[in-house]
């Protein structure tokens, strides 16, 4: 399953910044454009593996029900 996020860079000074607009904590930052991109890939995966395994510990013991849900935002 793909997942789309919208990612915004910004030219600050002789740097870039970039942050996924949907996920708070997801940002980073580059001396190109391209290298900013790359590593906003890196943020945001660690950030959704993060989340995942923070999530995993509070329902540590629990009666949960998981499952994969699809919503389509225009």
Avoid at 32 to 48: F, G
Wanted: glycine fraction near 6%.
């Amino acid at each position: 399953m793909q997942n789309h996020f919208t990612a915004v860079f910004e030219e600050v000074d002789n740097f870039w910044i970039g942050y996924v607009e949907e996920l708070p904590g997801a940002n980073t930052q580059g001396e190109t454009l391209e290298e900013t991109r790359e590593n906003l890939k890196d943020a945001l995966v660690m950030v959704l593996e993060a989340n995942r395994e923070l999530t995993e510990q509070a329902m540590a013991g629990k009666k949960v029900v998981k499952e994969e849900i699809i919503v389509g935002v225009q």
